[in-house]
């Protein structure tokens, strides 16, 4: 099945992108990310934004090339490139006479049942009022014992939360591979069933300096949301302007069977 259509038959879709996608030399993609959520919405869709990006919006403000290990400089240079990055999107929005409605999430806030009902309340209302809610992890305020680690893990359990159709992971590898796309013998793997067994592929890490994600997230978040029933479909962020008037080289992780959420 084409990527057009298993969006076309979502009907409420989250949409993960990732630091390296949207800022540095690939800053000009956030314009595009976002029309392509405009396409959605204007198809009839509800759409979820997970962003990340704060940090790596802030480092080159204060001199940083590689992103820092130390948790207090972590979470200050959340505090300035939040702001920032979602005044990026604001303005990108406003291209379309729309708004951004920000949400900041901690494990916390997903693991309790009164703040999680809180969150769904607000999403919810947003989406009712046409706004595109934008979704990242607190930063500022998250420690290691209360981080989902990274934000491929947040895009998941939104997924679920929401009651999700479907989850778009863009990255900047087009599609699952069975080693390292830069390794020789590198195979893409179209479509990965439900259950299947993947212990024999080679998954690695980010390949970046600015986020914490790579295949390995990836792949757990798609298991993750796969297992409550939302199906998960990876490619690269530079098939933005194909993946829902066409096809791209993706995988699709086939979900589970529905059962009512």
């Known amino acids: ?18 630091s390296s996608s949207i800022t540095g030399a690939n800053e000009s993609n956030l314009d595009q990310l976002v029309d392509f959520l405009v396409r959605l919405q204007r198809a009839g869709k509800e759409v979820i934004l997970v962003s990340s990006g704060a940090i790596a919006t802030a480092m080159p403000l204060i001199g940083l090339t590689v992103r820092s290990e130390d948790l207090a400089t972590s979470q200050a240079l959340a505090s300035i490139g939040q702001a920032k990055l979602m005044g990026r999107y604001e ?26 009902e809180n969150a769904m309340r607000a999403l919810e209302r947003l989406l009712e009022i046409g706004v595109i809610p934008i ?29 999700a159709d479907l989850l778009v992971l863009f990255s900047d590898v087009d599609a699952l591979y069975t080693k390292p796309p830069t390794e020789p013998g590198a195979a893409p793997i179209p479509v990965v069933a439900f259950g299947q067994d993947l212990s024999d592929l080679q998954v690695s890490g980010t390949s970046t300096g600015y986020g914490t994600g790579g295949a390995l997230t990836k792949l757990a978040a798609a298991q993750l949301a796969t297992a409550g029933g939302v199906g998960v479909l990876l490619t690269s962020t530079s098939n933005i302007d194909s993946i829902d008037s066409g096809d791209c080289r993706n995988t699709w992780f086939e979900p589970a069977d529905r059962i009512a959420r």
């Open 91 to 116: 303005r990108s929005l406003a291209r379309y006479d729309l708004l951004p409605g920000q949400m900041l999430l901690t494990v916390d806030n997903l693991d309790q049942e009164s703040t999680t």
């Open 1 to 18: 099945m084409r990527t057009s259509e298993r969006l076309a038959q979502a009907q409420r879709v989250v949409v993960k992108v990732g």
């Open 135 to 163: 979704i990242n992890e607190n930063d500022s305020v998250a420690t290691q014992e209360i981080r989902f680690g990274d934000n491929d893990q947040l895009a998941a359990r939104v997924s679920l939360l929401a009651k």
